[in-house]
């Protein structure tokens, strides 16, 4: 490690940070960095990963704090170090490269680049010393200089094969826009009600075909599905929210068990799994082998922001208190862990903790017993008399360890490495079977003992934060808070939720309304990108949902405006990054889901939740456009496209527009949000407030009947007889 800091120095991503007492010459992705390439007539070696990459400080370790591997580089190369997570324009367009090269991908990224931007070779992780079945970086590095200073012909035409190939690829399109329709068939009109006179809203117009694709689709994600394991394809295994969102979706529409029951075995497994925090909630990035045990440690707030939505509605599906339970958990975990001082949340932990992958998160049985062994009296509960005795000396602590290796799986001999990685093996009835204790008494003393060990494992080190916010993500997050919001009723989580937003429109947003990509040490960088605008703008309608506060309404469509006006492609959906963002060899245009929604997904998801609130049909029109490109790709492959499927399934399903009049406070119009409430409701969007205050069509006009909280409930092309009682309400939904 150089004395001496590089260039990154001056960076805020903690990624770069990482690397900027590195002996390389390093440069961040910029003007300065292309024009030393040209002028020194050299290769770029652009290297792309993260903060939480395990792989990727393991290639810092091993070559990029190697004085000597440093020297090759520096003698004969541009070095570059690019953040992912700041600029996934540059990562979206390399990995296309990467992947037309070696039919693969992952991070650390290892390309090499001519000095314009073309790309004629790359990897990922390459080793210090050949093994693996690899060659060293060094050899790597040595074949290159050879390729360019030899054969500089054959490295041009790679170049140029291979961003031909990607031009191709940005140009193309996953299918051909549709441009004729099925014949649409809105609701008799026989049902719609004339006392007082129904309102006619902008309507929908779900296609026949889109619902079949969303039907084809969970028939075969059910179909592939493995029950034993609970999961699809082989280990690694990630947990794919978005694919278990969509199964709850249609096992509420159908009513349909199967479909149902591959959710929740999904869930279950994930909770019951070390991919899941036991002691302080959250969840791993994935797990490394078909039980979800051994995870890869790393934690990401994308992740656990989309997780703990998934796990809610999961449990407003089923009614299953462990779904709330780990749905709380990991909000909690979030504030606890995650939560920056501006309000926003971090981009991830570590998988390492010095240098050491999962140490803090692992235990051996003897550190089990001395968490627990130092256990207060005023630490404890109090005694429920109707529950069983009270652990009352150190006596009776060994009875305590005995539960957590019985509920966790704990051993001398470990099970991963001579230790330990928590999982629940057992419930709480089976421990209580096993130890004659009450199943209430068993959840008690677990629920101390995880606390317990939370408190030992914090006076651990910990695994490194990348601080940065990244605006998407928040937007994930702001939408998992903000769902909660109504459903858990825990104030905080309304706090906190509103925390996030005024956050990120206060220093993410500019003057112009443009959003930055992330945000920290009091500075905000990079354009924001499709996904920022489209996740962020998800989580301020959420948010409005949960309040019917107008400003985050209006905050929602400011967003939306912003993505029609700068990033639509005139062919159909949007690009990646806005018309005015720096220019790459291709303007990357993601249709893939991924770990997260593909920006495009995003935006035409909440572009139609939005056009069902305010009644502006040019934006449905717009999200159909997109939609139309995409039904018969994401039916061949919907463990790709699962954020697709669910704007398909949202824009062919019909959709309830709740509106109720009255005073948000008074407990009439409580009486009736608690039951447009109830449930998970998918295919609902709803407003509260009064007509003479509100900007949405939805509200304007309509006033209270008898002076009293009166809800309008409209079905696509027309509204229903206005009801002010409850149970009229609910007839009325379902």
């Known amino acids: 490690m150089s004395e001496t800091p590089n260039r990154l120095a001056a960076e805020t991503s903690p990624y770069l940070l990482q690397h900027a007492h590195n002996p390389v010459d390093w440069y961040a992705w910029g003007p300065e960095a292309l024009a030393r390439a040209a002028r020194a007539d050299r290769p770029i070696f652009l290297s792309i990963g993260y903060a939480a990459c395990h792989w990727c400080h393991v290639m810092e370790r091993e070559s990029f704090e190697d004085p000597e591997t440093a020297d090759v580089l520096n003698a004969g190369f541009v070095a570059i170090k690019v953040d992912r997570e700041e600029r996934p324009d540059l990562d979206a367009v390399y990995m296309a490269a990467l992947q037309a090269m070696t039919g693969g991908g992952g991070w650390p990224m290892s390309l090499f680049l001519m000095p314009d931007g073309r790309p004629f070779y790359g990897g990922t992780y390459y080793p210090r010393d050949p093994r693996y079945g690899m060659p060293s970086f060094r050899q790597v590095l040595a074949a290159v200089t050879t390729s360019w200073a030899e054969r500089r012909a054959d490295v041009e035409a790679a170049a140029d094969r291979l961003t031909a190939e990607l031009r191709v690829r940005g140009a193309g399109r996953a299918d051909e826009p549709r441009t004729e ?124 922001a989309q997780l703990a939505r998934v796990y809610l509605h999961a449990y407003q599906v089923t009614g299953e208190p462990c779904f709330r339970e780990v749905a709380e958990s990991t909000l909690d975990y979030l504030v606890r862990d995650m939560r920056t001082p501006d309000g926003l949340f971090a981009a991830s932990q570590d998988a390492d903790t010095d240098g050491i992958e999962g140490r803090t ?169 499709l996904d920022d605008y489209a996740c962020l703008a998800d989580g301020l309608l959420c948010l409005y949902e949960a309040t019917f506060d107008e400003r985050w309404l209006i905050a929602t469509s400011e967003l939306v405006g912003v993505t029609e006006r700068e990033f639509a492609d005139a062919a159909g959906g949007w690009f990646d990054t806005a018309t005015d963002a720096e220019s790459l060899i291709v303007r990357p245009k993601e249709t893939q889901d991924g770990a997260t929604p593909s920006g495009s997904a995003a935006a035409a998801a909440v572009i139609l939740r939005l056009a069902e609130l305010t009644g502006d049909g040019r934006l449905r029109d717009s999200a159909e456009r997109a939609l139309g490109q995409m039904e018969k790709v994401a039916a061949r492959y919907p463990r790709a496209f699962p954020a697709w499927l669910q704007a398909l399934d949202f824009a062919s399903t019909p959709v309830a527009q709740v509106a109720i009049v009255g005073d948000p406070e008074a407990a009439d119009a409580r009486a009736l949000l608690a039951v447009a409430r109830r449930g998970f409701q998918p295919y609902r969007v709803l407003t509260l407030g009064h007509s003479e205050s509100s900007t949405l069509d939805l509200l304007r006009g309509r006033s209270e009947i008898d002076g009293r909280a009166t809800a309008y409930v409209c079905h696509g092309l027309a509204c229903r007889r206005p009801v002010t009682e409850p149970a009229e309400l609910a007839a009325e939904l379902a």
Do not use: C
Request: charged letters at 30%; zero cysteines.
């Open 181 to 304: 329709f099925e014949e649409i068939r809105p609701e008799s009109p026989t049902r719609v009600a004339r006392e007082p006179e129904a309102v006619r809203l902008p309507g929908r117009h779900p296609t026949e075909s889109q619902g079949r694709v969303v039907t084809e689709a969970v028939e075969r994600l059910v179909a592939d599905f493995d029950f034993e394991h609970g999961g699809w394809g082989g280990p690694p295994r990630f947990p794919q929210p978005a694919v278990i969102e969509l199964l709850l979706r249609r096992a509420r529409a159908n009513s349909d068990d199967e479909t149902l029951r591959a959710a929740v075995r999904a869930l279950n497994v994930m909770a019951d799994g070390g991919i899941h925090d036991q002691i302080g909630g959250g969840f791993h990035r994935y797990a490394t082998d078909a039980d979800w045990l051994v995870p890869h440690f790393e934690k990401m707030l994308y992740d656990n």
């Open 361 to 529: 998160y692992v235990w051996t049985l003897d550190e089990v017993a001395a968490a627990l062994a130092g256990m207060a009296a005023d630490a404890r509960p109090p005694r429920d008399p109707n529950t069983g005795p009270e652990l009352r000396s150190r006596d009776e602590e060994p009875g305590l360890v005995a539960l957590v290796a019985s509920a966790y799986g704990v051993t001398a001999a470990g099970n991963w490495e001579g230790r330990t990685i928590l999982s629940r093996v057992a419930s709480d009835e089976q421990v209580a079977s096993l130890h004659g204790l009450p199943a209430q008494e068993v959840a008690r003393r677990l629920e101390l003992a995880r606390r317990l060990l939370l408190e030992r494992r914090n006076s651990r080190s910990q695994p490194a934060l990348d601080d940065k916010a990244v605006t998407a993500w928040n937007g994930l997050a702001l939408a998992a808070f903000a769902e909660a919001t109504p459903v858990l009723e825990r104030p905080a989580d309304r706090a906190v939720a509103e925390g996030i937003a005024e956050a990120a429109l206060r220093l993410l947003r500019g003057p112009d309304g443009r959003l930055a990509r992330s945000f920290r040490s009091s500075r905000a960088t990079g354009k924001g990108g």
